[in-house]
């Protein structure tokens, strides 16, 4: 994109509703809490949304998929049907201002892991970034002075899981359309979730279907308005937006859940995006492609 084709204005607003999109997500599965288990709950929310496929059959039927596409398909729907798994599970857990700040680590494992990967360079500036988010994490985890629960743990391999799905879906969007790309993960999660919430089957209520259905509208909307953002304005524009998802996170949980405000997570939270937006700050200076996603790239 041209710089005179930036619309710095509108990019922001579109990633202030994509905000809203995904704490709305997020408030949901909350408030649905932990009757669904927590892989039911995530495979009842992809099977309600293929749905919205329906547009993209064109373009996958027109597709000459190679085996080796397929395998790397297979592998991203693994990876993300992991962490999607361990984000419903955490989010009835733990507080929702922790579940959204510690969902800004899987841009800085996607840099780790293009490093490692991907053959990415990893100079010092992006090094004393990444040491700066993990600082962040220790913030937020506190361990030693507070009790570090299950859903941390499940927090911090959710991240790890979806940074591998994004590693995998960059490779593969140099080979097939985007519509591919979407409707193939949102099929592989669907079929990797269904065993394990069959073999922790709940019958839900209708209530709890409308629930799940209203996630999966919130969280196709916050994608499609994602995309609005990133073709009106740089990721640099729009990536520091997202630190509002954790102030809007914050109060709901205090004024809807009764969670107490952490100012320590909030706090942590900062240092993590602020790792985040210097990276691809810098990725935008050096004029490389980009490998660090926007935070809420790694959403599910």
Not at 196 to 225: E, I, K, M, N, S
Request: aromatic share 12%; charged share 10%; with cysteine.
């Amino acid at each position: 994109m041209q710089t005179g084709d930036a619309k710095p204005l509108t990019g922001i607003f579109w990633m202030l509703v994509t905000g809203f999109c995904f704490v709305a997500v997020t408030a949901l599965v909350k408030y649905m809490g932990p009757r669904v288990p927590p892989a039911e709950a995530a495979f009842l929310r992809y099977l309600l949304g293929l749905g919205f496929l329906l547009p993209m059959l064109p373009a996958v039927r027109a597709a000459h998929l190679t085996p080796r596409q397929w395998r790397l398909f297979t592998f991203r729907g693994i990876f993300h049907s992991g962490g999607v798994m361990l984000w419903f599970y955490a989010m009835t857990r733990i507080p929702i201002a922790e579940v959204t700040a510690m969902n800004y680590l899987a841009p800085v494992y996607v840099s780790i892991g293009a490093a490692l990967f991907l053959g990415e360079k990893l100079a010092m500036r992006r090094i004393a970034a990444i040491v700066v988010a993990l600082i962040g994490t220790a913030v937020i985890l506190r361990p030693g002075f507070r009790v570090v629960e299950p859903g941390h743990v499940a927090m911090l391999f959710c991240a790890v899981t979806f940074a591998g799905s994004y590693l995998l879906a960059k490779i593969l969007a140099d080979e097939a359309k985007p519509a591919v790309v979407v409707f193939m993960l949102s099929i592989f999660v669907t079929i990797g979730l269904a065993p394990f919430a069959l073999a922790d089957w709940v019958t839900p209520t209708w209530g709890d279907l409308g629930l799940l259905f209203a996630v999966a509208c919130f969280a196709t909307a916050g994608h499609y308005t994602m995309t609005m953002a990133f073709a009106a304005a740089p990721v640099t524009v729009t990536q520091p937006v997202t630190f509002l998802q954790l102030v809007w996170a914050v109060a709901l949980g205090a004024l809807v859940f009764a969670e107490p405000v952490d100012i320590w997570v909030i706090f942590g939270g900062a240092l993590i995006l602020a790792s985040v937006t210097f990276i691809t700050w810098r990725e935008a200076v050096l004029k490389r492609r980009p490998m660090t996603p926007p935070t809420p790239a790694t959403k599910m």
